[in-house]
């Protein structure tokens, strides 16, 4: 013999089971990108044909139009790569060559960032300070 549940018996079983207090996982919207940028001071420098451009002599010359700038997550995973632009002579001494950097679209939302440019060593920014324009100095 079969049995046979009224309709209204169903839905209440149904409605019970939807309000059974288990949270239901609401997606957040993904933090936004962030820009990463500052400047790379090298002292020996020594200025070539323009005298608004500038490159490192010695030991720094590694660092130059174009060397790598990476920046990490709090896992030292790789998460956005950018470059150094051309060096321009510091404002305040001649000996010293300064290259901006801007690295774009860098993942939000991460508690820290670190920052490498060429193999000079990853240096630990948190969340606020990596949105600051970061001077960095080699040197000294």
Known sequence: MRRTFPLASIASITLVAGCSGI???VPRPAPAPLTVGGTMSVPGSSLIGD???CVTT???SDIREGTQVVITDEASKTIALGSLEAGKPDSQ???LCVFPFSVQNVPGGRPFYGIEISHRGRLQYTAA???MSLQLTLGD
């Open 58 to 60: 010695g030991g720094y």
């Open 23 to 25: 949270p239901m996982a």
């Open 93 to 95: 001494s001649s000996a």
């Open 51 to 53: 005298p608004k451009s």
């Open 129 to 131: 300070q990596i949105t």
